[in-house]
């Protein structure tokens, strides 16, 4: 075969190549990972993706609703926040459509969002994430980074578990949001937890836990699920916000239409905690079964705004302890 021969078919491998994942210069990409031969989802090519998406400047992933199981903490070695299956998402990139799990005894998350990067998910399933640290058992959202539209989505048992104490609080057994944080809707976070596994420490947030680092401000959450979230530890007040936990100056706008149910924490809000933050409205939400042992549903130590339209139902102080209790609220000393 002869070079001209030769050139030519690497052009055309070329040109095939980039055709697969649509580059247009300096555009978003269009990337779809190619099945695996048994129909599983292509990890190394997810991967390829998303390194592809960085270097051109964001795009869309399209996993075509296969299942994706992350073998190995491939990525964050680097990071002071924990390991990560995937690559670092330092770009505007969207996943869509599928699923990305792994065994959920090996400690590490799934993905990792640094500034000036931006993740948005639809119909995207996060399960059996787990990590020690400053937490986010599936998402971690550094300082400076973007959560941005999370819409019809999953997440399902992710932990994050309290190793040694920090300056600010550990957790999010699915979540947590050091940037900035825009909006989920018509998602489920269901069996996540954050808990302090031995010895003495605390940790918050079942589910999502938003805590100000860099310029955090707060978005919304519409129709939304949370069940059987938990934050659990060893004593009395290891651990806070079975749901959600809003801490250090954050706000969260808004919570519409969404349903809690059966969440539970050692402390704060079975459902949701509100400490030195602000949760400003909450709409047409229904709390049931929710349990701590101080607020069966919202502890509200910061500001809280208007709560309407709203069901509290079976909540329940589960305490032994001679502390300030309430059934559905509490509204703290010095909040608002």
């Known amino acids: 075969m002869s070079r001209t021969q030769l050139?030519?078919?690497f052009a055309a491998s070329a040109l095939a190549y980039l055709l697969s994942l649509n580059v247009?210069?300096?555009?978003a990409i269009l990337c779809v990972p190619p099945p695996m031969p048994d129909n599983s989802g292509d990890v190394d090519a997810l991967i390829m993706c998303i390194n592809k998406a960085n270097a051109l400047g964001g795009g869309t992933i399209e996993l075509s609703?296969?299942?994706y199981t992350l073998p190995s903490a491939t990525f964050g070695l680097f990071t002071a926040d924990g390991l990560n299956g995937l690559p670092d998402i330092t770009s505007n990139i969207t996943l869509k459509n599928g699923v990305i799990t792994k065994d959920p005894s090996l400690e590490f998350r799934h993905l990792h969002i640094s500034p000036p990067g931006s993740l948005s998910l639809k119909k995207i399933t996060l399960e059996n994430g787990n990590i020690s640290g400053l937490g986010g058992g599936a998402i971690f959202v550094a300082a400076g980074a973007i959560l941005g539209t999370v819409e019809y989505s999953s997440f399902i048992n992710n932990m994050a578990v309290f190793t040694s104490a920090v300056v600010i609080p550990?957790?999010?057994?699915?979540?947590r949001v050091d940037g900035e944080f825009y909006l989920i809707k018509h998602s489920i976070f269901s069996s996540n937890q954050a808990f302090v596994s031995t010895g003495s420490g605390f940790i918050a947030g079942g589910a999502i836990l938003l805590t100000r680092v860099g310029p955090a401000n707060g978005g919304m959450i519409i129709d939304s699920i949370f069940v059987a979230n938990a934050a659990n530890g060893l004593s009395f007040d290891d651990a806070n916000g079975g749901a959600i936990y809003l801490d250090n100056s954050t706000s969260l706008d808004s919570i519409i239409r969404s349903s809690f149910l059966g969440n539970s924490a050692n402390h704060g809000g079975g459902a949701i905690s509100v400490v030195s933050a602000n949760l400003s409205t909450v709409d047409s939400s229904t709390f049931s079964?929710?349990?701590s042992q101080t607020t069966?549903?919202?502890d509200a130590g910061g500001s809280i705004g208007t709560i309407s339209n709203s069901t509290f139902d079976h909540n329940l102080v589960a305490s032994t302890f001679t502390v300030p209790i309430g059934g559905a609220i509490i509204i703290e000393d010095g909040a608002s």
């Open 7 to 9: 050139a030519a078919i």
């Open 24 to 27: 247009y210069a300096k555009d």
């Open 65 to 67: 609703g296969l299942t």
């Open 170 to 175: 550990p957790g999010g057994g699915a979540i």
């Open 289 to 291: 079964f929710n349990t």
């Open 296 to 298: 069966g549903a919202i």
